[in-house]
């Protein structure tokens, strides 16, 4: 399967951020990719109110993203930002094209490093897989930035029959943020010994954005990373479209080599 993950520095306009989904997504397939990959929030970036910015899911921003994924036959995977009834928002994956029409809610909230994500999103609380049409048997499954930060959500993913497990994010800066996100990554896929394409925000100072304070607004280099923990394809800090073909047999073998999920033993 060819992919892509699209490095974005999403602004604050919901309007501008969906043309660049449609661009990304149309030079994507052109190129031959059947799963294009955006950030986690790529309707609009960290650090502005959220909830007079969030739109159902069956607003014109994810009508939007549904029309281009319709038009060029791929599978666009996109964060958003959906209305919550408590007056917070949903930190939402759309999940659409290729015979799927999905979401998923980032289910650990990035209350660290002085930031309280929860004080303006509500948790998901289920775990999300979906199987594209034209690939038989491929089961992806969906994560959130933060979340990578917790191995039993991608065991779950894998246990669900997940061979890729796609990770969007809007990683904060910091020291040793970015080795952080590496590791974390390459920790995940040999974890759950899927494929793990992780497609993080660009960094907001290759674009002459001031840095962040706390909100986490990206840093770049996203990467594919194999069930082995190999990174196979990266980006630097700025932004991109990084295309790669990624194999779902090697899932397979490196279940057969390193059957980590078969020898689990539970601890609780």
């Given at each position: 399967?060819?992919?892509?993950l ?7 306009s ?10 990304q997504?149309?030079?994507?397939a052109?190129?031959?990719a ?11 970036r ?11 899911l069956?607003?014109?921003?994810a009508?939007?993203v549904?029309?281009?994924a319709?038009r ?5 995977v ?6 919550h009834e408590?007056?917070r928002v ?5 999940i659409t094209?290729?015979?799927v029409?999905?979401?998923y ?5 990035f ?30 499954g969906f994560a959130?930035?933060y979340?990578v ?6 065991g779950?993913l894998?246990?669900?029959?997940a061979?890729l497990v796609?990770l969007?994010a ?14 974390l ?7 759950s010994?899927?494929w793990?394409l992780?497609?993080d ?5 290759t674009?002459?954005e001031?840095?962040a ?7 770049g280099h996203s990467?594919v990373?194999s069930p ?6 990266r ?22 080599v390193?059957?980590v999920?078969a020898?689990?033993?539970?601890l609780?």
């Amino acid at each position: 399967m060819r992919i892509a993950l699209s490095q974005l520095a999403a602004g604050v306009s919901p309007e501008e951020n969906l043309r660049a989904v449609v661009d990304q997504t149309e030079r994507a397939a052109g190129r031959g990719a059947e799963l294009v990959v955006f950030p986690e929030a790529t309707m609009a970036r960290f650090g502005v109110p959220l909830a007079p910015l969030a739109q159902p899911l069956d607003g014109p921003w994810a009508n939007g993203v549904r029309e281009v994924a319709e038009r060029t036959g791929t599978l666009v995977v996109a964060g958003m930002f959906t209305p919550h009834e408590d007056g917070r928002v949903r930190n939402t994956l759309l999940i659409t094209g290729r015979g799927v029409d999905t979401h998923y809610d980032k289910i650990h909230l990035f209350d660290a490093f002085d930031f309280a994500e929860s004080a303006t999103v509500a948790p998901g609380d289920r775990v999300v897989t979906a199987e594209p049409e034209g690939a038989p048997g491929l089961t992806l499954g969906f994560a959130t930035c933060y979340d990578v930060r917790f191995p039993d959500l991608f065991g779950a993913l894998a246990d669900r029959g997940a061979r890729l497990v796609v990770l969007p994010a809007s990683w904060g800066a910091g020291p040793g943020k970015v080795a952080q996100w590496e590791v974390l990554v390459r920790a995940r896929a040999l974890d759950s010994t899927c494929w793990v394409l992780a497609a993080d925000q660009a960094d907001p100072a290759t674009v002459g954005e001031p840095p962040a304070t706390r909100a986490p607004t990206g840093v770049g280099h996203s990467m594919v990373v194999s069930p082995l923990g190999e990174v196979t394809a990266r980006l630097a800090g700025e932004p991109g479209l990084l295309l790669a073909d990624v194999d779902p047999a090697a899932v397979e073998e490196a279940r057969r080599v390193v059957p980590v999920l078969a020898n689990r033993v539970g601890l609780r």
